[in-house]
């Protein structure tokens, strides 16, 4: 971006796209500055930009409307980063534990919106292949729960607490002995995060889910199916989440533009 004279702008925060009816003419910042544009490509989350960054005016395009009301969400994530006194060498770069009740488990995130006990997942030690993410003698990690997005109206200034000490005790009764009493740092991001932080719709960890009628031409275009002068890459939009498929949406929208 230096080689190409990409001006970078860190620390503030995009509040309003502005346009004058269809044509996007600018971007509005938190400082109140304003930078006039005529193409705006956007990496944020497709369906909460088009509700409070275009004030939800969809320029009364009801077939866009009704496709925004029917989106599905993908799950929440809580994720709890640690790091720990001794090296866990049993414990390999990628650990996917599944709890007992799987399927009732996804029925809970997905339909029933509510907790459960007896959770799955997914343990990232990136330390078993690079010395250096760890000072020596100690390891880093983190562990990612799939538990409901914020539709569910969980209150999680009391429920990531519970979650935390719940994951811990089961990487401890499953593969990592003594766990609790060699944690030296930690933090853990909620579904708050992603919502707040990130401003993701509905807090989900992979914007609307990767099912065939939100995918491809059914996903939030590259190209705004409403304003001209607006795109999209990122998780929302097409082909989907995952750094290759993000990857991939800046290189379909460099062939677009
Ligand atoms: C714990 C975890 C593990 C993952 N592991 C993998 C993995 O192993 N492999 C893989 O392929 N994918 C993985 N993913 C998924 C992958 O990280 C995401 O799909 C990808 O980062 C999404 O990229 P994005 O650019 O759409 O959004 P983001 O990376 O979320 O970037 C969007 C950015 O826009 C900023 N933003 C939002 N609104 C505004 C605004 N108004 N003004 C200014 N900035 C704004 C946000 O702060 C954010 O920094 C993982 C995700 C998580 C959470």
Not at 101 to 113: C, R, S
Not at 138 to 152: E, I
């Amino acid at each position: 971006m230096d080689e190409e004279g990409i001006e970078v702008i860190k620390g503030r925060e995009v509040t309003k796209i502005i346009s004058d009816k269809k044509k996007i003419t600018g971007v509005q910042l938190n400082d109140q500055t304003i930078i006039n544009s005529n193409n705006v490509i956007c990496n944020a989350d497709p369906p909460a930009v088009y509700e409070k960054m275009l004030n939800g005016n969809t320029n009364n395009s009801f077939l866009f409307k009704w496709k925004m009301n029917r989106m599905e969400y993908s799950m929440g994530l809580f994720v709890y980063y640690f790091g720990t006194k001794k090296k866990y060498e049993n414990v390999e770069h990628h650990t996917i534990k599944f709890g007992n009740k799987y399927k009732e488990h996804l029925d809970d995130i997905f339909n029933k919106k509510k907790l459960n006990d007896d959770i799955s997942y997914y343990l990232h030690r990136p330390s078993a292949t690079d010395k250096s993410m760890a000072p020596e003698g100690n390891d880093c990690f983190y562990v990612l729960v799939p538990v409901p997005n914020n539709q569910s109206n969980i209150d999680w200034s009391l429920e990531g607490e519970k979650m935390k000490n719940l994951v811990i005790d089961k990487m401890q009764n499953d593969l990592m002995p003594n766990l609790k009493e060699n944690i030296v740092e930690d933090f853990y991001l909620t579904p708050d995060y992603f919502e707040k932080d990130l401003n993701t719709k509905h807090g989900s960890g992979f914007s609307i889910q990767p099912k065939f009628s939100q995918s491809a031409y059914f996903r939030f275009h590259n190209k705004s199916e409403v304003y001209d002068g607006l795109f999209f890459v990122g998780a929302g939009t097409h082909p989907g989440a995952g750094v290759p498929g993000v990857l991939s949406s800046a290189k379909v929208l460099d062939k677009i533009i």
